[in-house]
């Protein structure tokens, strides 16, 4: 299921990225700045050996990554705010693994004291820690079997708080970092495709270029 969904949320980002190019570019004006970089560089490989000449050619190279960075800049913009958005919770996804059984974690509740509550297959070790310095009471847990299950924290007010919690095999991504209240202390994970284990966000650049440049070609 994760690389399945890694995989189309990749390819549909690489066709957005392409649509938004096209519509927000000047091609004719990319294409020619692109052009005179490469002619720049000819240029001061040409003359080397003049020295006023290749000091003249890397000024106007400048210039021209510029002029090229400008036009392709409300595109990269548009691209990049939601990016933004999203990163946070695609890296929740499939950035992190659900506890390794026989392994242990911790449990971070930002707030001054409460008393936590977990699943069976997950064993509280330690009484709640509080660090006075940065309003955190932390305990330190261990997953003894797979589960997907919630925490509960109740707090001093008796009001509750619950949280999501995974153990086992990676199914479903634990997803921690979507309530900031509570932080489970996941491991990070690589995604496997093709018995290539790499960080997810490799994967998604190369498969959105891929997909981009593949939609490109076939439009």
Request: glycine share 6%; with cysteine; charged share 15%.
């Amino acid at each position: 299921m994760i690389p399945a969904s890694l995989v189309a949320l990749s390819a549909i980002w690489g066709v957005l990225a392409v649509l938004v190019f096209r519509h927000f570019t000047n091609r004719n004006a990319v294409r020619a700045a692109i052009n005179r970089i490469y002619a720049r560089l000819l240029e001061i490989r040409l003359y080397s050996e003049e020295l006023s000449l290749v000091w003249q050619a890397q000024k106007a190279l400048a210039i021209d990554n510029l002029k090229f960075l400008s036009r392709i800049a409300p595109p990269v913009l548009i691209m990049a705010i939601p990016f933004a958005l999203l990163y946070p919770q695609l890296d929740a996804i499939y950035g992190t693994a659900p506890l390794e059984v026989g392994h242990t974690a911790t449990v971070t509740l930002s707030g001054d004291s409460g008393k936590l509550e977990a699943p069976q297959e997950i064993a509280i070790e330690t009484l709640p820690v509080k660090d006075e310095a940065d309003h955190q009471v932390i305990w330190r847990i261990r997953a003894l079997s797979p589960t997907r299950g919630i925490l509960t924290i109740t707090l001093t007010n008796g009001a509750t708080i619950t949280r999501t919690i995974a153990s086992g095999k990676r199914t479903l991504a634990p997803n921690h970092r979507s309530e900031s209240s509570i932080v489970i202390d996941y491991p990070e994970a690589d995604v496997t495709m093709a018995g290539l284990s790499l960080p997810w966000l490799i994967w998604f650049l190369l498969i959105s270029a891929l997909g981009g440049t593949g939609f490109s070609l076939c439009t």
